[in-house]
């Protein structure tokens, strides 16, 4: 089975390290890859992954690539898509973690990222063109498009908004034409256990870890990390634009209140300097945003060793992203069967147009959010510019992988 998926696993690595630009970023790159030059699966089962995935807590864009592993190769392969996707980012983001010590954030260079974020907006650009042409048909799933870009755009940060927008463009569209779900299609079997283990590990994290913080046991870090981190993997909507203000919250501005620190006065923290560090390089390198787990988790044990250091770098990278695989797999068999009934087969419609409503408002906003940059010479807007439109072109008109794009823009950065 392994060696019949290499070419696959293959696309898969190089994904995971060419993919920059946050979610908006990362669905772009999907569709070159896995769906125009693989045909791993069609562009609407892609744009049903991502609807499904942004209606759960956890980090959706990795969520949207363990389900096409799922789909080519079962459980197995979805779980080396997963590890193959988060190992290179948090190998990374924990590499900087013992870095740290040795370096002064200023005297990083970032300017080979300068036109990463130009890069990202091509191609959020290119996946809002060719899903318009796909899922946009009627006047119904225009207005929804419409609405769900300007809410997207004014909403941007706001964790409820994408999940919101899916649920109520789904309804609208049970009230359009008379559609019918194909009553044959083979009912896919639900896993319980990926549900019970879910629940079991929640409930296990949060009692060891409040027991180890209530006797104050020697080495209590790593029960008090886990918990923390399986908790915000589990219950974080909206990505890492929300999961990073919550780390920011437990480990920095918690540990300096008065109350707590008389309560808890061994609770994991780390400065803010330390914080946006990590902050500003997750957005820099490919893959996930959840990998800064993998870094906060280092940087919060750093003072009990080396070990205990690595250790919070791989309860970071685990936790962290547990919840999102173990959720993941058990909710697709029940949405996939789901999709019979009539109601919710008749709601794809408008989910769809909502997805590319969220696409095209997020290709705004961050447009805005690249040329809001002040400092920037009439020089630096004219080469975001031809980035954005040179990244779109290719994109869409040529046979150029994504990877070669990705390299270009880092060559791009080195240069000018």
Not at 258 to 281: D, H, I, W, Y
Not at 359 to 367: A, E, K, P, V
Request: hydrophobic fraction near 50%; aromatic fraction near 14%; include cysteine.
């Amino acid at each position: 089975m392994l060696k019949r998926h290499i070419p696959f696993l293959k696309a898969v690595f190089f994904y995971s390290i060419t993919a920059f630009g946050g979610p908006q970023g990362h669905f772009g790159m999907m569709l070159k890859t896995f769906v125009q030059q693989r045909k791993d699966l069609t562009e609407q089962e892609l744009m049903e992954y991502n609807a499904f995935c942004q209606m759960l807590p956890g980090a959706s864009s990795t969520q949207t690539l363990t389900l096409i592993g799922y789909k080519r190769g079962g459980l197995p392969l979805a779980l080396l898509t997963l590890l193959l996707w988060i190992l290179p980012a948090c190998t990374l983001m924990s590499l900087l973690s013992f870095l740290l010590n040795f370096i002064d954030d200023k005297e990083i260079n970032t300017n080979i990222f300068h036109y990463i974020q130009s890069m990202a907006v091509g191609f959020v650009t290119f996946s809002a063109f060719k899903l318009f042409r796909i899922s946009i048909h009627n006047t119904i799933t225009r207005v929804i498009m419409v609405l769900v870009a300007l809410l997207t755009f004014l909403l941007f940060k706001t964790p409820w908004i994408f999940p919101s927008c899916l649920v109520a463009a789904g309804i609208i569209t049970n009230f359009s034409d008379k559609r019918y779900p194909d009553k044959n299609e083979e009912k896919r079997k639900t896993n319980w256990g990926n549900i019970l283990i879910f629940l079991c590990v929640f409930g296990l994290a949060g009692f060891v870890s409040e027991t180890a913080r209530k006797q104050e046991w020697k080495n209590r870090g790593p029960y008090n990390l886990f918990e923390n981190f399986y908790r915000f993997g589990s219950l974080v909507f909206g990505g890492g634009d929300v999961l990073m203000p919550m780390m920011y919250e437990q480990y920095v501005v918690r540990p300096q209140i008065p109350a707590v620190q008389q309560k808890n006065p061994n609770a994991l923290r780390m400065s803010k300097a330390e914080f946006l560090t990590g902050f500003g390089m997750v957005r820099a390198i490919p893959g996930p945003v959840f990998s800064i787990g993998a870094f906060v988790g280092g940087m919060v044990l750093r003072d009990k060793g080396s070990s205990f250091q690595l250790l919070g770098c791989v309860i970071g990278m685990i936790a962290i992203f547990l919840p999102s695989a173990l959720l993941v797999l058990f909710f697709f068999p029940v949405w996939s069967n789901l999709k019979k009934y009539t109601v919710i087969y008749r709601s794809m419609e408008g989910i769809k147009a909502a997805v590319v409503g969220i696409i095209t408002g997020s290709s705004f906003f961050l447009i805005k959010d690249v040329f809001s940059n002040t400092h920037w010479s009439v020089h630096d807007i004219v080469l975001n510019i031809i980035v954005i439109g040179s990244t779109f072109y290719l994109l869409s008109f040529t046979k150029v992988r994504a990877p070669f794009i990705a390299a270009g823009c880092l060559l791009l950065g080195l240069l000018f």
